[in-house]
């Protein structure tokens, strides 16, 4: 009996940790799609096999197509100094009442009903201006730096690797962008 006991609760401890570990990271609260919308810089990422081929100068311009989609272009520059863009859409995630939980897709657009063509871009922090961002996923995978300017202060981007570090996010699998530290 004791040891049924023993598992029961060592269980119940195993569920809850992995629960607190896999639940949604809050996002910025009061996001402002309209506000968000320009061009923007990368800071710093955790690498992704979408942005392998990039070696210098990547950014993102976001313009809003309705009160629910944005119009998306990536570009950077790859090894040979090839500008290469990638067109893509954004839209209000429908599952969530949050304008800071977003999903992006870049394949063809005949391929949006599919839910896996499309992936969370939620905005995790961002200063009262809309010049540095936190931008992330829910599972932790995907995580950015995102500045109006091609740099940012030293102690602004310590401080938003701790708030990554607080959701959960491993900061140490950041690398740093095009952009710079200052």
Known sequence: MALRVAIFALSLLCLCETSIALSDPETESDFSLSRYMGTWYQIAFIPNRFQAFCVSEPSAQYSLVNSKRIKIVNSCRDRDGVLRRAHGQGRLNKKYDDPARLEVRFAPAWLSFLSAVWG?????????????????????????????????????????????????????????????VD
């Open 120 to 180: 969370d871009y939620w905005v995790l922090e961002i200063d009262s201006d809309y010049s540095i961002v936190l931008v992330g996923s829910p599972d932790r995978k995907y995580l950015w730096v995102l500045a109006r300017n091609e740099s940012i202060p030293k102690d602004i981007y310590r401080d938003l690797l701790l708030v990554a570090q607080e959701k959960g996010f491993n900061p140490s699998l950041m690398v740093a962008g095009d952009g710079s």
